[in-house]
């Protein structure tokens, strides 16, 4: 298996444009996360998926970001319009179902100017 | 996260021994883990413990559990270049899903 795969690795955009970054879990996890990391406040969880339904998105910093995981195989996260303090790392980690270990992808590092 | 909480650097010489120390406070936690983030990468699961356990040995690692202090430690034996990364301790807490992160330390190996 290829692990989580994310694209794209690196995104450059202006403020105010629409931002979508995209996560293929690993075949057969059922849980998928989404991560931002900064300097500033480390790791955070956005959002969680539970067999493709949201199941905690408390983590959403606003209504700016939204995410979708419209199948098994396949998540997005959306930031629009995107803002220079959303400039972070996003990871997205998939889990196999009834195990502890998040399998991490290898995130996608976003800059807004 | 503000529950777990580590050193932010150590510098460690090849060869030499390195322990990375974590301290939690959600005394409930089920699992403690300790991941790896290499410059550029995601995080890699390196090992965890049960927390019904005091230790874990696993080749060149040591986890070390204190439960009582809620203390949980890294030791890395014969510390090589490619150790050098961030080192991240976690929790979860028993059925839920959330890992709560420390900041991570910064291990910088030096010739």
């Known amino acids: 298996d290829a692990g989580v795969i994310q694209s794209p690795r690196h995104e450059v955009t202006e403020m105010g444009q629409e931002v979508t970054l995209r996560c293929k879990p690993i075949s057969g996890h059922n849980s998928l996360f989404w991560y931002r990391q900064t300097m500033m406040r480390g790791l955070e969880l956005l959002i969680y998926?539970?067999?493709?339904?949201?199941?905690?998105d408390s983590g959403m910093p606003e209504d700016r970001f939204s995410a979708k995981m419209p199948n098994a195989s396949f998540s997005t996260l959306k930031i629009q319009p995107s803002e220079p303090r959303d400039s972070a790392v996003y990871f997205c980690?998939?889990?196999?179902?009834?195990?502890?270990?998040?399998?991490f992808g290898p995130g996608t590092r976003l800059t807004v100017l | 996260g503000e529950d777990v909480e580590q050193s932010l650097f150590l510098s460690v010489r090849e060869g030499d021994s390195s322990v990375i120390n974590c301290t939690y406070t959600?005394?409930?936690?089920?699992?403690l883990y300790w991941y790896k983030q290499e410059p550029g990468a995601g995080l890699q699961l390196l090992t965890y413990i049960f927390s019904n356990m005091d230790m874990k040995q696993d080749q060149r690692l040591t986890v070390l559990l204190n439960k009582k202090d809620k203390h949980l430690s890294l030791r890395i034996a014969d510390t090589q270049t490619g150790d050098s990364a961030i080192y991240f301790c976690?929790?979860?807490?028993?059925?839920?899903?959330?890992?709560?992160f420390g900041a991570g330390t910064t291990v910088t190996v030096r010739a």
């Open positions: 980690a998939s889990r196999d179902r009834g195990l502890n270990e998040q399998f």
């Open positions: 959600d005394s409930s936690s089920t699992y």
């Open positions: 998926f539970n067999n493709n339904v949201p199941i905690d």
């Open positions: 976690a929790e979860t807490p028993p059925n839920d899903y959330k890992l709560s």
